[in-house]
């Protein structure tokens, strides 16, 4: 292997070597190593591809059919870049780019649309004074992808991002600052949207003994998307600045947590400021005994409404024996609250305690007992007809439909992520039902925000508001689980109530009832689990039957597959405007999957599913079908698919059929 000197000159050498003078010559020198001789600045192809898709959307409204055609072909080659400049401390990169020319056909029947391009796709990063405290990065990419936000939902995305990064990470407060831009087309079956992001981070963060740290993290983003659905184009944009601060600190025998968060949300329609405050001090006063005090403060502004929340407890957890545990806690609030002519004064104090029990029973299973107990008195003063609700949190449910918590309600202000800072669209992202007490929010999975199950909404609005007066709530919850062999089998039950006691008539509160009882069963690659929920309350009843069942088994032949169903039956008793209203809501989930390995180089998997509820002013059928062909040969790989989708929503008919090949050459 050959080497060299460099041949830069002295002075340039002296100049970047003075950049971090101050932590000393010894430290950060670059003193000559024999280094290879890099090729970095000459591009060296690392593979071709080749890319054709075939789609085909078909649309059915009422009497009306629309087809959707599109065919894509791309051949690209990869290039690589991979090296450094004069020295591997100055600047080091690495690249990868893929000039591609791409041709595609787009339409309806008749009436298609040809285009032709040059594009470059790839990523490349670079680092710049990698030893120095001061180290920065830069980033770059853009891609032609197709995601998927469930088995059910996905899009072609186009996307290009860039980036920078740079800090100074010496020191007893190393900080980062880095600056993200992105751009995204994303089409799906029934919409395109555009994205453009821009989020500038700040970050420092000091790291002590005793495990104490201080984390401060800053943002600023601007958020723009245009959705075109049908005819219709919807916009939604909005700039944001969100604060963090984050502490901890350890003690002899306890430890002090705080949290400090500011978030300022600026949109077109609207702009509000959440500030939120929460300390923690848990003392250990022995192994069995510790106690904890905590305080929270939550204020919002925004739409002509404000809120101020204050709550705090002190409570202790005891552990008499390994089997027995305790807990008692004190806590009162203070709220107060505003929107247009109304206003709320409200302060609370309660208690509650718990109790657990766990023993193994032997070899055969074990014993869980629990019961948590609480009892709050609330009083407050009100003036005007309405209440402000902000930020009322919600798991979306596999139904999609998410009922508010109060009754009466008036207007719904906002519903956003579970961050704040993005705004569903209604009518796209959701539809809310304002027939029932409480509302209903129906939330579409195929919106241009992909809300999925499982993910976590935020929804602020104004309700009638109680009387002045005072009122007391009592709850109780106990449950029982009792488990077998080792807890591959269990049966459990759950008893919930609340009540309420208010000095005036006309408080509306929520009195509710809930029983729970169900049964899991595993082994052998069988996962069963059944339960069936009884809720009753003050403004609607719920009557819910879930089943859910599992199977994986692997088979001769470097084969498997494997079984998932879900089915849940709901029946809804709502108070609406025009009586009483009853639901009857179904859900059924199937998804088989199939793998099959004969070769080392060859891979066949297969995915099926389908999806069906009824009920809740959303009846819909969705089903899947994906296979998948992934062949290697030596430096030759081949990927074939095909694609299946069937949905209807209340009646509109979406089919999509796609299929693509890719070939690539790595060299």
């Known amino acids: 292997m050959n080497s060299r000197r460099s041949v830069l000159p002295r002075w340039i050498a002296l100049l970047a070597l003075a950049a971090g003078s101050s932590r000393g010559w010894a430290q950060y020198a670059w003193e000559y190593v024999e280094y290879a001789p890099t090729t970095g600045l000459i591009p060296r192809p690392r593979y071709l591809k080749a890319d054709v898709e075939a789609e085909r959307d078909t649309f059915r409204s009422g009497g009306t059919t629309q087809q959707i055609d599109r065919l894509y072909v791309s051949s690209g080659i990869g290039l690589g870049w991979n090296g450094y400049v004069y020295h591997p401390y100055l600047l080091t990169y690495n690249g990868l780019f893929e000039p591609s020319y791409i041709w595609q056909e787009r339409g309806a029947t008749g009436a298609m649309n040809q285009s032709e391009q040059w594009v470059v796709n790839g990523a490349v990063t670079a680092n710049v004074l990698s030893i120095k405290p001061y180290a920065t990065s830069l980033s770059y990419s853009r891609a032609h992808d197709e995601v998927?936000?469930?088995?059910?939902?996905?899009?072609?995305?186009?996307?290009?991002?860039?980036?920078?990064?740079?800090?100074?990470?010496?020191?007893?407060?190393?900080?980062?600052?880095?600056?993200?831009?992105?751009?995204?087309?994303?089409?799906?079956?029934?919409?395109?949207?555009?994205?453009?992001?821009?989020?500038?981070?700040?970050?420092?963060?000091?790291?002590?003994?005793?495990?104490?740290?201080?984390?401060?993290?800053?943002?600023?983003?601007?958020?723009?998307?245009?959705?075109?659905?049908?005819?219709?184009?919807?916009?939604?944009?909005?700039?944001?600045?969100?604060?963090?601060?984050?502490?901890?600190?350890?003690?002899?025998?306890?430890?002090?947590?705080?949290?400090?968060?500011?978030?300022?949300?600026?949109?077109?329609?609207?702009?509000?400021?959440?500030?939120?405050?929460?300390?923690?001090?848990?003392?250990?006063?022995?192994?069995?005994?510790?106690?904890?005090?905590?305080?929270?403060?939550?204020?919002?502004?925004?739409?002509?409404?404000?809120?101020?929340?204050?709550?705090?407890?002190?409570?202790?957890?005891?552990?008499?024996?390994?089997?027995?545990?305790?807990?008692?806690?004190?806590?009162?609030?203070?709220?107060?609250?505003?929107?247009?002519?109304?206003?709320?004064?409200?302060?609370?104090?309660?208690?509650?305690?718990?109790?657990?029990?766990?023993?193994?029973?032997?070899?055969?299973?074990?014993?869980?007992?629990?019961?948590n107990a609480s009892y709050n008195f609330t009083d407050q003063k009100t003036s005007g007809s309405e209440v402000l609700i902000v930020n009322e949190s919600h798991v979306v449910p596999n139904t999609d439909l998410v009922i508010l918590g109060l009754p009466r309600d008036v207007a719904i202000s906002s519903v956003t992520d579970s961050t704040g800072t993005i705004t569903l669209q209604p009518g796209l992202d959701y539809t809310v039902n304002q027939t029932t007490d409480p509302w209903q929010i129906q939330v579409n999975n195929f919106g241009p925000n992909n809300v999925q199950p499982g993910d976590t909404i935020l929804v602020t609005y104004t309700a009638v508001a109680n009387p002045s007066g005072s009122y007391s709530t009592f709850a109780d919850q106990s449950q029982v689980t009792l488990s077998f062999w080792g807890g591959h089998a269990s049966v459990f039950g759950r008893y919930s109530f609340t009540r309420n006691q208010a000095s005036a008539p006309g408080f509306i509160l929520q009195d509710d009832e809930e029983f729970q009882a169900g049964a899991d069963l595993n082994g052998y690659g069988f996962s069963l689990h059944g339960d069936f929920t009884d809720h009753h309350s003050t403004t609607y009843d719920n009557k819910s039957y879930n089943l859910a069942e599992t199977y994986a088994h692997s088979l001769p032949g470097h084969a498997s597959f494997g079984v998932n169903l879900n089915q849940q039956w709901n029946t809804f008793s709502f108070n609406s405007t025009s009586g009483k209203t009853i639901e009857h809501v179904t859900f059924y989930n199937s998804m088989l999957t199939g793998e099959w390995h004969p070769l080392a180089g060859l891979n066949v998997n297969v995915q099926a599913g389908l999806q069906q509820q009824r009920g809740g002013g959303n009846d819909q059928d969705l089903f899947a079908v994906r296979g998948y062909l992934n062949w290697s040969v030596g430096r030759l790989e081949t990927r074939l698919g095909y694609e299946h989708d069937d949905q209807d929503f209340n009646g509109q008919m979406k089919l999509r059929d796609f299929i693509f090949l890719r070939i690539r050459r790595t060299f």
């Not at 980062?176 to 992105?182: A, C, I, L």
């Not at 601007?222 to 003690?251: C, I, K, P, Q, W």
């Open 148 to 371: 998927k936000y469930d088995f059910f939902n996905s899009a072609i995305v186009d996307s290009e991002s860039r980036g920078i990064s740079t800090g100074y990470r010496d020191g007893p407060v190393p900080v980062n600052v880095s600056f993200q831009q992105s751009h995204e087309e994303s089409s799906t079956l029934n919409q395109r949207s555009t994205t453009d992001q821009s989020i500038l981070s700040f970050r420092a963060k000091n790291e002590r003994e005793k495990k104490d740290v201080t984390d401060l993290n800053y943002q600023y983003g601007e958020f723009a998307r245009s959705t075109l659905a049908g005819s219709a184009t919807y916009r939604n944009e909005n700039s944001y600045h969100r604060v963090n601060v984050m502490d901890t600190e350890h003690y002899e025998k306890s430890v002090l947590r705080s949290t400090l968060l500011f978030n300022d949300v600026d949109s077109q329609n609207s702009s509000s400021e959440t500030l939120n405050g929460t300390l923690n001090y848990n003392v250990r006063h022995s192994r069995q005994l510790h106690s904890y005090y905590n305080y929270s403060m939550a204020q919002f502004s925004g739409n002509n409404s404000d809120s101020v929340q204050n709550f705090a407890t002190a409570g202790f957890n005891h552990q008499l024996y390994d089997s027995l545990s305790s807990g008692v806690e004190a806590h009162g609030g203070m709220l107060r609250s505003s929107s247009g002519g109304a206003t709320l004064d409200s302060y609370s104090a309660g208690t509650d305690g718990s109790v657990n029990y766990n023993k193994r029973l032997g070899g055969w299973g074990g014993l869980s007992l629990g019961n």
